[in-house]
């Protein structure tokens, strides 16, 4: 009960911490200050106290997209163990759910982008939609990889004893690495997009958005964050399967190691610049084919 009550409240409060992390990282590496740590709590709380503006002819669908875009990493994150410490829900096949959780979230965030009628928003919205197309065969490939390894098709045992690196340590490399790229993809991050910036030809997941203000972009900005956090904590478990004797210290490892995610992400998008867009397609299929090749290892 304690261990459910920790993960919830890790998934509810740390997320807006990492935009932060990589923020500063970033900030670093180009010698500045940089912005608060805290920075994201701050948009939040801003953005929650304004009044809400709707665009001309837009329905709940519009609205229905920032609350599923909370929901649904809330809930992924139920089927997801945590470091050490088993997933509150966990079933055979979870991680179908898993996948499709998050696959409903974007399907409302781009329902939402065409509810607008923005014909802008509605090319970001064929963008994330296609992409993703792309990223989760990749994602796929790597579940079916480690099923192999851990015999279930379960999260919480994929994961949560932690997956092979001694007896399958090259299928998981392959895995990690098309992991990696998917994390990015995913988020929105560079080499793929940049969240900070709004250049028409290559906008891709905040071109969605712009008509979002208020307590909804406040709402877009968490899920958001979340996502991000529960992607970071699929890939770590990969990339760390270690697990820590003591609970306690176990959730501090878990959370040093989503902070190190965050870092590695801020040092990524300090030595590469963002990808012309045709070139998006294929560093994804070759995300896709590293998986591939991960699951065709185990399958000899």
């Not at 459910?4 to 409060?13: D, F, I, K, R, W």
């Not at 920032?66 to 997801?80: M, Q, T, Y």
């Not at 994390?183 to 709004?198: G, K, Q, S, V, Y």
Request: hydrophobic share 60%; net charge neutral; glycine share 10%.
């Amino acid at each position: 009960m304690i261990d459910t009550l920790v993960h919830v409240l890790l998934v509810l409060a740390l997320p807006p911490l990492l935009p932060g992390v990589i923020a500063r990282t970033k900030a670093a590496f180009a010698g500045r200050n940089g912005p608060p740590l805290l920075q994201g709590y701050y948009d939040l709380a801003r953005l929650l106290r304004k009044g809400s503006v709707l665009p001309a002819g837009s329905g709940w669908v519009f609205l229905a997209g920032p609350v599923a875009g909370v929901a649904a990493p809330l809930f992924a994150s139920l089927l997801l163990p945590f470091g050490g410490h088993s997933a509150p829900v966990s079933f055979a096949g979870d991680m179908i759910l898993f996948a499709y959780v998050l696959a409903l979230s974007r399907f409302f965030t781009a329902t939402a982008a065409l509810d607008t009628g923005s014909a802008f928003e509605g090319m970001g919205a064929a963008r994330e939609v296609a992409f993703s197309c792309l990223a989760e065969p990749a994602l796929f490939f790597g579940f079916v990889a480690l099923a192999r390894i851990s015999g279930s098709l379960s999260l919480s045992t994929m994961l949560g004893t932690g997956p092979g690196w001694v007896t399958a340590g090259a299928p998981l490399v392959l895995v990690a690495a098309s992991w990696a790229v998917v994390l990015l993809a995913e988020n929105c991050r560079i080499p793929f997009d940049d969240p900070n910036t709004h250049l028409e030809l290559t906008m891709i997941h905040e071109v969605m958005v712009l008509d979002h203000g208020g307590p909804a972009f406040g709402l877009v900005l968490y899920g958001a964050a979340m996502k991000l956090f529960v992607l970071s904590a699929l890939f770590l478990r990969v990339v760390f399967p270690f697990n820590v004797t003591d609970p306690r210290l176990d959730w501090i490892a878990f959370v040093a190691g989503i902070l190190l995610v965050a870092i590695s992400i801020g040092v990524v998008e300090s030595v590469m610049a963002r990808l012309r867009l045709v070139k998006v397609p294929q560093l994804l299929v070759g995300a896709c084919v590293l998986s591939a090749f991960g699951m065709l290892l185990l399958a000899r």
